[in-house]
């Protein structure tokens, strides 16, 4: 590989004026940067990012922490993807680069993201998977290391985060129901300490007293945000004892096994049990009849996550100077025929 003492010597120039021509220095004049940028060009030099971090003591990268595995992201390469790619859009324009840092199901969150901090191979991070009480934060504020969170949590002070508007998530597809006439309304929620689900439970719950139903323990139906989950949802939700009469799948993967359950039992959505999904998305674009779901713009959201994140860092907050810290994503309800009205 081409080092820069190889470079240098290929110019017949110093080190020292390859390296300041290389960093954009004031103190060498612009024909011999020009001769230097175009010489390292052909020649395929790549500076040592290693070497340059440990002297400028920033890494120009910012890590995104996912969990891997479809007990904890189901099927969301259709979420994440769009996500990795407009928050490369946005740290490209300052120089930076995307480290994804998968977590698998069988690693301590915590251990996993304690080792990361430890090897200093990023300037910021993007936290997703927010528990409601969740060390991950508490960590990075103690470090005094920039981030964001995709979640809100109980833990920390007063953090940067962008949620999905779970609240309005709950509220208007109870409100829709209620409208529609149906009065035993069940939900699925995650079987985990994800914060995203005791939000979506506590205003479920508050939604049923606003429309003047009652809160039934048994309705909060839990499963892991996969097609298998929603099979065991269905299969539970055929069992109960008084069967409701519409469903809110917290996670829109699990329409695709809960009408498979419904339609094996003879039942069809929308006619006999009305449901609505989470989010639109590809795995649910051609179910049959079409699913209520949210409409939400993922572009915008990793811009968002991008620009929050470099609006805390002192190299970059000036570029985004009027960014908000805390906000909650707008979501908007598409009707479709599996909301159906109650049969009386």
Same mark, same amino acid.
């Given at each position: 590989m081409?080092?820069?003492?190889?470079?240098?010597?290929?110019?017949?120039?110093?080190?020292?004026?390859v390296s300041r021509?290389?960093?954009?220095?004031?103190? @060498?004049?612009?024909e011999t940067r020009e001769r230097v940028l175009k010489a390292a060009d052909r020649l395929g030099y790549a500076p040592n990012q290693s070497g340059r971090s440990l002297r400028q003591g920033t890494t120009n990268a910012i890590g995104f922490m996912i969990q891997?595995?479809?007990?904890?992201? $189901?099927?969301?390469?259709?979420?994440?993807?769009?996500l990795f790619n407009s928050v490369q859009t946005v740290l490209e324009e300052q120089g930076m680069d995307l480290i994804v840092l998968t977590c698998s199901t069988h690693q301590d969150p915590e251990a996993y993201l304690r080792r990361v901090v430890s090897r200093h191979i990023v300037d910021?991070?993007?936290?997703?998977?927010?528990?409601? @009480?969740?060390?991950?934060?508490?960590?990075?504020?103690k470090?005094?290391?920039?981030?964001?969170t995709l979640g809100r949590s109980e833990s920390g002070r007063d953090h940067p985060w962008i949620d999905l508007d779970f609240e309005h998530f709950a509220r208007s597809s109870v409100a829709r129901l209620a409208e529609? $006439?149906?009065r035993r309304i069940a939900i699925a929620a995650p079987a985990s300490d994800l914060n995203l689900g005791f939000v979506f439970v506590d205003t479920y719950r508050q939604a049923l007293a606003e429309h003047g139903l009652a809160f039934d323990p048994r309705l909060v139906l839990r499963g892991i945000p996969t097609e298998e989950g929603g099979l065991e949802i269905g299969k539970a939700f055929l069992a109960l004892e008084a069967r409701?009469?519409?469903?809110?799948?917290?996670?829109?993967?699990?329409?695709?096994?809960?009408?498979?359950?419904?339609?094996?039992?003879g039942l069809m959505p929308g006619r006999d049990v009305a449901v609505i999904g989470f989010k639109e998305s590809p795995q649910t674009r051609f179910l049959t009849p079409s699913l209520t779901a949210f409409r939400m713009s993922l572009h915008e959201l990793g811009t968002e996550l991008a620009r929050t994140l470099l609006a805390?860092?002192?190299?970059?907050?000036?570029?985004?100077?009027?960014?908000?810290?805390?906000?909650?994503?707008?979501?908007?309800? @598409?009707? $479709?025929?599996?909301? $159906?009205?109650?049969?009386?």
């Open positions: 081409l080092n820069i003492k190889m470079l240098a010597k290929e110019l017949g120039i110093s080190i020292g004026t021509a290389l960093n954009g220095r004031p103190d @060498v004049n612009a891997t595995g479809r007990e904890a992201m $189901g099927e969301s390469d259709s979420f994440f993807m769009p910021g991070l993007i936290l997703s998977a927010t528990l409601r @009480v969740d060390p991950r934060i508490t960590l990075l504020e470090r005094n290391i920039p981030f964001v529609l $006439g149906h409701p009469d519409a469903i809110i799948l917290v996670n829109e993967v699990l329409a695709l096994g809960f009408y498979r359950v419904l339609q094996d039992a805390t860092m002192p190299a970059y907050m000036n570029a985004f100077p009027d960014q908000p810290r805390q906000r909650l994503w707008p979501m908007q309800m @598409v009707h $479709g025929e599996s909301e $159906g009205k109650a049969r009386r």
